[in-house]
Every structure is written in C-alpha cells, then in structure tokens.
T-cell receptor, first 118, second 114 residues
Framework: AQKVTQAQTEISVVEKEDVTLDCVYE???????LFWYKQPPSGELVFLIR??????QNEISGRYSWNFQKSTSSFNFTITASQVVDSAVYFC???????????????FGKGTKLSVKP | DTAVSQTPKYLVTQMGNDKSIKCEQN?????MYWYKQDSKKFLKIMFS???????INETVPNRFSPKSPDKAHLNLHINSLELGDSAVYFC?????????????FGEGSRLTVL
C-alpha cells in the first residue's frame, strides 16, 4: 500500500536557521513520483518540486534543496537561511501512476507546519 | 488571469441542502481534479477527469458527483449535505506527459455545513 509519513507535525525556527522537513514514503511500485507542495497561511497550494523514482540526484533551487534516497525511502526538504515568508504547511506527496492523468492522484502526507520567527 | 479558479470561495449552508462548486482552468490542461482538505489539513483526492472521462473515483459518498461540461471545467455537486462535509475543497489541473502530477490548484472553496 502507498503511504507518506511526515513525522514532524510542527517545527519552529528562528530566521536564518536551516531547517529540514522529513518525508518517508511506502510504495510497491518501481515507478513513482514524489512531490513537495507549500500551503502558506493564505491557503493556496503551491507546487515546489517533482521527482521521479529513477532520478536520485539531489536538487537545489535557491535556498531550497531536496535529498532523495531510495535506500531509506526518504525525500527530505531543506530550507537554508529560513525567512519569515517560509512559514507555511509543507506537504510531501507520492504518485504511483505511470500513465497520463492519474499521475495527479497524489497521496499526501499530513503536512509539517513550519513557523519561522523573526 | 487566474489559472485555476473556483467559485464560490466561501459557502455556508444547512444540512440536507444541495450545493455546487464550480471550477475552471485556462491552462489548456488535460486533467482536472477535486481534492478535499479536512479540518486537520489532511488532503485527499476525490475525483479526476481526463478528456471528459472519469478516470479516478475514490471511495467518496455518491452524494458527491463531478460534472465536466468541457475540458476546461469540472464542477462538484454535493447532495444532501452533512456536517462532515465541512471542509475546504480544492480544484486542480495538470498536463499529461513530463509534467504530469504537477498540479495547479485553485484557491479553495471553504464549505461550512450547519
């Protein structure tokens, strides 16, 4: 069965600290996709990254970086030098579909609420 | 122009009523979805439509029915509303191919059933 676990319910840091959000997934498929989405206090859901199961390269985008390790079934997200604007709920998600359309059938984790204090 | 738009943004209604939430996307995407976010922020897919065909139908009550008049619209109809239906409902769309799964979400529609 597919499952996404975000063990950290809430994290609070002070601005400029680095913070890592953990994500562990379960799947029986060899082809799958992993995602991170951000939900700021305003409520919208914003796509951050998509990674397929065959690409274990780490990704860096500005202050954001992602570490994908199939050996531990983890897809962790690190924010470097956090800012107040990073305060949001962050969701990790998994998709097992390998054909068009239902790749958007995402299994979400329960989210990690990040609070960055000035 | 808003990429994925939903109306209404807020909806307060009584138990037993029937209501609809509309969704439109102007991105030319092939697939549209409805997700439900409960009071604990848990997100779960309800439906998706690809080229006007229902391709995913999770185990939601049959009081919920998606209707897609065309590729750019996916409306959500809810009959005989119950207290437990109170949630935020998100519409989303995505393109097939390399970007599949990259969902563009609407702003959400907060439904409160009294």
């Amino acid at each position: 069965a597919q499952k996404v676990t975000q063990a950290q319910t809430e994290i609070s840091v002070v601005e400029k600290e680095d913070v890592t959000l953990d994500c562990v997934y379960e799947t029986r498929d060899t082809t799958y996709y992993l995602f991170w989405y951000k939900q700021p206090p305003s409520g919208e859901l914003v796509f951050l990254i998509r990674r397929n199961s065959f690409d274990e390269q780490n990704e860096i985008s500005g202050r954001y970086s992602w570490n994908f390790q199939k050996s531990t079934s983890s897809f962790n997200f690190t924010i470097t030098a956090s800012q107040v604007v990073d305060s949001a709920v962050y969701f990790c998600a998994l998709s097992e579909a390998d054909y068009g359309g239902s790749q958007g059938n995402l299994i979400f984790g329960k989210g990690t609420k990040l609070s960055v204090k000035p | 122009d808003t990429a994925v738009s939903q109306t209404p943004k807020y909806l307060v209604t009584q138990m037993g009523n029937d209501k609809s939430i509309k969704c439109e996307q102007n991105l030319g995407h092939d697939t549209m979805y409805w997700y439900k976010q409960d009071s604990k922020k848990f997100l779960k897919i309800m439906f998706s439509y690809n080229n006007k065909e229902l391709i995913i139908n999770e185990t939601v009550p049959n009081r919920f029915s998606p209707k897609s008049p065309d590729k750019a619209h996916l409306n959500l109809h809810i009959n005989s509303l119950e207290l437990g239906d109170s949630a935020v409902y998100f519409c989303a769309s995505s393109q097939e191919g390399e970007d599949a799964g990259e969902l563009f979400f609407g702003e959400g529609s907060r439904l409160t059933v009294l």
